[in-house]
């Protein structure tokens, strides 16, 4: 087993790191450390999206803590911010027979302005076999058209990227810039990978189990539904 930190990796975010790998973490201290790793995504792509009008694409589990940090840590600097929340549902497929994974979206909430971004940032907490990505990403690529496509979160497994790119055409992987804090290369029997997040992801926000987070709908799809719908602006911080 070996973690491999990328250059992005600082102090404060290699503290976070250990936090959500650590058993010991109790739910509140891991959807803070979460959070503040959203944070130090969201200061690392800031230059990048100066005035841009930016898509923030992310699962149910993730809003309210990677997500909303993110957005947080861009501090109002891209031009706009819509949000796109994902509720899937995770299938296992089977290796031996070579079945992939599967993530059918049960349900989601999009902006309207998700259509017409310039730059589009996927982010999930961890990012292993890449079924819920690949199906988020090509949902949303059906109708927008980014120039730039992010792909963000604190820790992939090793094939991330390739397991990702070979379900695109080249001309959407060209587009694709990956961000992430660490790489591990070892997943245990269950599939979680080692260390991590730390285990089952929806267990360690707090939800039972996957069906549980599915019925969770997320503050922050609540408070931006709730501005457009009074016709305020949707804030970008």
């Not at 902006?111 to 730059?119: G, L, M, R, W, Y």
């Not at 987070?213 to 009074?230: C, G």
């Amino acid at each position: 087993m070996s973690r491999k930190l990328t250059d992005l990796a600082s102090r404060s975010v290699v503290a976070s790191l250990n936090l959500l790998a650590s058993p010991d973490t109790l739910p509140g201290e891991y959807q803070q450390a979460m959070y503040q790793l959203g944070v130090e995504h969201g200061k690392v792509l800031k230059s990048k999206l100066q005035d841009k009008a930016v898509g923030i694409a992310c699962t149910v589990e993730d809003a309210d803590f990677l997500a909303k940090g993110i957005i947080d840590g861009l501090d109002g600097s891209p031009a706009s911010i819509a949000v796109a929340c994902f509720w899937n549902k995770r299938f296992p497929g089977d290796e031996s027979k070579n079945i992939p994974d599967t993530a059918p979206i049960q349900k989601r909430y999009a902006e309207p302005s998700i259509k017409s971004v310039d730059c589009l940032i996927i982010a999930k907490s961890i990012i292993s076999g890449a079924c819920v990505v690949k199906t988020n990403l090509a949902n949303l690529i059906l109708e927008s058209d980014p120039s730039e496509v992010f792909v963000v979160a604190p820790v992939a497994f090793t094939n991330a990227k390739q397991s990702l790119e070979k379900e695109f055409p080249e001309d959407i992987t060209r587009r694709f810039e990956y961000t992430f804090f660490a790489e591990d290369d070892t997943k245990s029997s269950d599939g979680n990978v080692v260390p991590g997040v730390g285990g089952d992801v929806y267990q360690r926000l707090g939800f039972e189990n996957q069906d549980g987070k599915n019925r969770y709908t997320p503050e922050l799809v609540i408070m931006r539904r709730r501005q457009m719908i009074s016709g305020q602006a949707v804030s970008t911080a």
